[in-house]
């Protein structure tokens, strides 16, 4: 299995990792994902769908905070994701993160996971 590093990225409250895991690639975010922050995602996604890789799992245990931009971001990989075959998991959200995605009702279109060996055994 290919578990090398692949990147990261950087602005202020957010920081992103990606790595590779088999087919998936995990995109570890840290920090706080808001309208300021929102690019540090969006990029290292749709880079991760452009390069075929079409399994996105997210491990959302290090992100603190998600709004709607944030939100947004994730409904928009998972589009992009899902047109060329693939897919967007969630793993590890912090109680204050999931409840965003329950209150929107966004769990019900993202398969999530409760942590991320969970989301990288499929």
């Given amino acids: 299995?290919?578990?090398?590093?692949?990147?990261?990225?950087s602005k202020g409250r957010l920081q992103v990792e990606v790595r590779h895991h088999?087919?998936?690639?995990?995109?570890t975010p840290t920090?706080?994902?808001?309208?300021?922050?929102?690019?540090?995602?969006?990029e290292p996604l749709e880079r991760c769908v452009e390069g075929g890789r079409v399994r996105?799992?997210?491990?959302?245990s290090h992100l603190e905070f998600c709004d709607?931009?944030?939100l947004?971001?994730?409904?928009?990989?998972?589009l992009k994701a899902e047109a060329q075959g693939g897919a967007v998991?969630?793993?590890?959200?912090?109680?204050v993160v999931a409840r965003v995605f329950e209150?929107?009702?966004a769990e019900a279109v993202f398969t999530v996971h409760e942590s991320l060996d969970a989301a990288l055994v499929e």
């Avoid at 299995?1 to 990225?9: E, L, N, Q």
């Avoid at 996105?56 to 959302?60: G, S, Y």
């Fill in 103 to 105: 209150i929107t009702g």
């Fill in 31 to 42: 920090g706080e994902l808001d309208h300021h922050t929102a690019e540090v995602l969006r």
């Fill in 72 to 78: 947004n971001v994730l409904l928009g990989a998972r």
């Fill in 68 to 70: 709607s931009t944030g």
């Fill in 22 to 27: 088999g087919a998936s690639a995990v995109v």
């Fill in 89 to 95: 998991h969630l793993a590890g959200m912090q109680p």
């Fill in 56 to 60: 996105l799992v997210v491990d959302c």
């Fill in 1 to 9: 299995m290919d578990r090398g590093m692949v990147g990261s990225a």
